[in-house]
């Protein structure tokens, strides 16, 4: 069972697993002296935001790449039920590995494209740099229930993005201790 004091051990194991398959895989650029950064704190931002997000809500985290944010929101959140949806096979193959050695049974991996697979009916919608945010928008349109909502890791240059014309976006900057300022955009239908 997952629980607080687990999940420094939880973050170690996956660094660790991310660093023998980055080997033979190449699923990051990053140097493993900014992953733990760059992925887990990062990721970790994302926590306050979905405070008021049920138990048993489905998040789907969008071009999860290595697993991120969707691990470490099933490793903080428990309660969820997470996808992890990426195209690249070598990913959720990754992803798979994870899930099993972490002995995560809140998080899936799914391999296939956002805009070609059925509805994932979506409580939350997450993901870390990926897509403008009328990309993304288009993804929950097309992956949301009512009342569902997205957080996006974003850069500060967002603003340069195109937008969705039927959603609004509230940018929330933080900063990381060594990597710069950053925004999470809550992006709601209107």
Avoid at 60 to 88: H, N, Q
Avoid at 114 to 129: C, D, F, N, Q, T
Avoid at 136 to 150: C, E, I, K, N, Y
Wanted: glycine share 6%; aromatic share 6%.
């Amino acid at each position: 069972m997952l629980t607080p004091e687990s999940s420094p051990l939880l973050f170690d194991r996956y660094l660790a697993l991310l660093g023998q398959w980055n080997q033979t895989h190449a699923l990051t650029s990053l140097a493993p002296a900014d992953r733990y950064e760059e992925l887990i704190l990062d990721a970790s931002i994302l926590l306050p935001h979905l405070e008021t997000v049920p138990a048993g809500s489905h998040v789907v985290d969008f071009g999860s790449g290595a697993g991120i944010p969707a691990i470490v929101l099933a490793i903080l959140r428990p309660d969820l039920r997470i996808t992890a949806l990426d195209a690249a096979q070598k990913k959720t193959m990754f992803i798979q590995q994870v899930i099993l050695e972490l002995k995560l049974a809140n998080v899936e991996a799914l391999h296939g494209r956002a805009e070609l697979i059925p509805s994932l009916h979506a409580s939350v919608g997450v993901a870390k740099a990926v897509g403008s945010p009328r990309l993304l928008a288009s993804w929950m349109d097309r992956h949301t229930v009512p009342g569902g909502f997205f957080l996006a890791l974003k850069s500060q240059d967002w603003m340069n993005e195109e937008h969705p014309a039927h959603w609004s976006c509230t940018p929330h900057p933080y900063q990381l201790p060594t990597r710069g300022s950053r925004v999470v955009l809550r992006m709601d239908p209107v």
